[in-house]
């Protein structure tokens, strides 16, 4: 694989640490594909980061515009950003955000997959007992989605 380039504004860039807090903490992000024609598909999605594997994974149908593009080529990017903070006395905004190139594949492991969708799904529901009600009514129709990170960067960005 080729290298990538490093980040211009490396002192703004954030720990690996960091990265991955933004990734469990926020509640979407962007998900972009090689699209139809040239042009890029771009989607939001929620996520859940498992630190166990260091993957993301994502749920969705099983069929749509977003599975044909990753059959036809599966590395995507997928972009987060906390909800930003002020700092006293200031009236700019800190964003906190990261870029994860990867891989997208299909989970086909059915215990893998309602496993990774409970997690997603505790992670918005109120209760677990919420999730595992909606898993429920979903469980034979959910398709997850995981993600192979190759790169992650992260950057802090004051919008003054």
């Given amino acids: 694989m080729n290298e ?6 490396f002192k ?9 807090e933004v ?6 992000g962007i998900m972009a594909f090689h699209g139809e024609y040239g042009y890029p598909y771009a989607i939001p999605l929620n996520q859940y980061y498992d630190e166990k594997d260091g993957k993301l994974y994502f749920h969705g149908a099983g069929q749509g515009l977003k599975l044909d593009l ?6 995507v990017c997928f972009t987060v950003m906390d909800e930003g ?23 086909v492991d059915r215990n893998k997959v309602l496993e990774q969708c409970f ?7 109120p209760t677990e007992e919420a999730a595992l009600e909606v898993l429920k009514k979903a469980g034979d129709r959910v398709n997850v989605l995981v993600m192979t990170i190759d790169r992650m960067t ?7």
């Fill in 70 to 75: 990753m059959t036809e080529d599966n590395k």
């Fill in 119 to 125: 997690l997603l799904a505790k992670k918005f529901y």
């Fill in 4 to 9: 990538f380039r490093k980040m211009r504004r």
């Fill in 12 to 20: 703004q860039q954030l720990s690996e640490k960091e990265c991955i």
């Fill in 23 to 28: 990734l469990k903490s926020a509640s979407r």
């Fill in 85 to 107: 903070f002020v700092k006293e006395g200031d009236w700019a905004l800190n964003i906190k955000s990261v870029v994860c190139l990867g891989r997208l594949e299909t989970v």
């Fill in 154 to 160: 992260g950057k802090l960005v004051n919008e003054s």
